[in-house]
């Protein structure tokens, strides 16, 4: 069936460094959905992406969606306290489902 | 804002009970989830409905049903609970957002089955 793999699994970063993962979909995706989710917390949207090669920005965050619309990154820059949790990219399953990645785990020291 | 609430953020029941997970969102949506959430496994569907008294299987049905008698309300019932039904249990409901569905998460319920 249709599979979103997330890379890396974990990721600890020293605060101010820099941070990515990694999004990848067995099949063509005609979207690609992010969320996060703090420690304790909910998934929360963060963004979605339609177009293949799409850039999208929300402050230090840069989502991207590949020109085949097989991947999606989402890179932070400076990383902060703030940005610790887990995010999560997600991909259409027929019309109203959704399929998860596994989500990668951001600790930071501060 | 949408809401979507949970019944309860921790619940600890024994081996064989019958447990009850109730959810409710407060913005008319039509589809309505329910997953749980296990480390490194990410979030698997176990049932989903997209409309009252509607509903479809996930990933990982087996052990649990559901009922959706009203559309603001989507319950789910472990019939026998067992140890490893042992989760965080996270209700969901979605809307169509410029061609796109967006999920909306509850607050989850972390279930401890002894």
């Known amino acids: 069936g249709q599979q979103v793999m997330q890379i890396p699994q974990y990721q600890h970063v020293q605060e101010g460094e820099d941070f990515t993962t990694y999004c990848n979909s067995s099949?063509?995706?005609?979207?690609i959905q992010w969320y996060k989710q703090r420690p304790g917390g909910h998934p929360v949207f963060l963004i979605q992406?339609?177009?293949?090669?799409e850039v999208k920005k929300q402050k230090r965050l840069t989502f991207q969606f590949g020109e085949a619309k097989k991947n999606s990154s989402l890179h932070i820059t400076a990383t902060q306290t703030t940005d610790v949790g887990t995010y999560f990219c997600?991909?259409?399953?027929?019309?109203?489902?959704?399929?998860f990645g596994q989500g990668t785990r951001l600790t930071i020291n501060p | 804002d949408v809401k979507v609430t949970q019944s309860s953020r921790y619940l600890v029941k024994r081996t064989g009970e019958k447990v009850f997970l109730e959810c409710v969102q407060d913005?008319?949506?039509?589809?309505m989830f329910w997953y749980r959430q296990d480390p490194g496994l990410g979030l698997r569907l176990i049932y989903f409905?997209?409309?009252?008294?509607?509903?479809e299987k996930g990933d990982i049905p087996e052990g649990y049903s559901v009922s959706r008698e009203k559309k603001e309300r989507f319950s789910l019932i472990l019939e026998s609970a067992s140890t490893n039904q042992t989760s965080m249990y996270l209700c969901?409901?979605?809307?169509?957002?410029?061609?796109?569905?967006?999920?909306?998460f509850g607050p989850g319920t972390r279930l401890l089955v002894l």
């Open positions: 969901a409901s979605s809307a169509r957002t410029s061609g796109v569905e967006t999920q909306y």
């Open positions: 099949t063509t995706l005609s979207n």
């Open positions: 992406l339609v177009k293949s090669g």
């Open positions: 997600a991909g259409p399953r027929g019309a109203q489902k959704l399929v």
């Open positions: 913005m008319d949506h039509e589809n």
């Open positions: 409905s997209y409309d009252v008294k509607m509903k």
